[in-house]
């Protein structure tokens, strides 16, 4: 079968379909985007458009599926090893004299980048006064997140990233990769410590429909790599709520090739990898 889909204009007919019809609104992804995942579903479920359309007016479970399809779960241990490295080294040490430390990490995907901080935050004695929030809208990722359990085949490569960040040359002692996950010899998984997964809260959440108005403010919020499949209007919308939601000299972690337009370069000041909240302004929603 093939499947023809002429613009982006019947895409968006579709997504104003599956608003009406479901939770989900993804109608301020990026065209290029959402594009691009819709054109799969139609080939890989062998539909037509319509056909789509009709199932998500009478299959919730499709839906479901269809969204674990659509929202990106991509997302490593350590990933840019440089990134975590100047967190670990430069900007941690800086809040040791906190009674508690407040971080979100939205948009957390299978949760590697979750443990992968709660490591460092531990290393550096801040692990018992960290609160760690980390959500996602897709259900399926964060079953896997919950459960710290990961392919060892899979992850082989971004594993190695654990030394780079932690056992530089120089650095003294090695950290050893058991202390942290448990690597069965006859399984093909490797799991995160129950120490580590008791000390994140993973929830489900819309960041494009929901705001985080039931949490205190937050010292640190990652969304690494999540924002370039937003439109611009929904970029700005989902930044000026990070912005009221951090702390003075707040800290805002996004992916390497991410960054901030030029309304947002007076909002926030970068510094080295990060974006640090420029406490002389605040949004008003």
Not at 30 to 46: E, P, Q, V
Request: aromatic share 12%; hydrophobic share 35%; with cysteine.
């Amino acid at each position: 079968m093939t499947v023809k889909v002429e613009n982006i204009t019947e895409i968006k007919g579709f997504l104003q379909e599956l608003k009406e019809y479901s939770s989900y609104d993804l109608c301020e992804y990026s065209d290029s985007s959402i594009y691009r995942r819709i054109k799969k579903i139609l080939k890989d479920h062998k539909l037509s458009l319509d056909q789509l359309i009709a199932k998500t007016k009478t299959d919730s479970l499709f839906i479901e599926n269809i969204i674990q399809e659509i929202t990106v779960n991509t997302t490593e241990f350590f990933r840019d090893p440089e990134v975590w490295r100047e967190l670990y080294q430069n900007f941690y040490p800086t809040l040791r004299n906190k009674k508690y430390i407040n971080i979100w990490h939205a948009g957390c995907s299978s949760g590697q980048e979750v443990y992968s901080n709660l490591i460092l935050l531990n290393e550096l004695d801040l692990l018992d006064k960290s609160n760690v929030i980390a959500t996602d809208l897709n259900s399926k990722v964060l079953k896997v997140a919950k459960s710290g359990k990961y392919d060892k085949k899979e992850n082989q490569e971004y594993f190695e990233n654990f030394n780079a960040v932690l056992n530089r040359e120089g650095n003294g002692s090695d950290i050893l990769f058991e202390k942290y996950f448990e690597d069965g010899v006859n399984s093909n998984c490797v799991e995160v410590k129950s120490f580590l997964r008791k000390q994140s809260d993973f929830q489900q959440h819309d960041l494009v429909k929901e705001e985080m108005n039931n949490h205190a403010k937050f010292d640190i919020i990652f969304c690494r790599n999540v924002l370039i499949y937003f439109n611009s209007a929904l970029q700005t919308k989902i930044l000026k709520q990070f912005h009221n939601k951090l702390t003075n000299g707040g800290i805002l972690v996004l992916g390497n090739h991410e960054g901030l337009n030029g309304f947002f370069k007076t909002k926030f000041i970068k510094d080295g990898p990060v974006f640090i909240k420029n406490n002389t302004f605040h949004f008003q929603f």
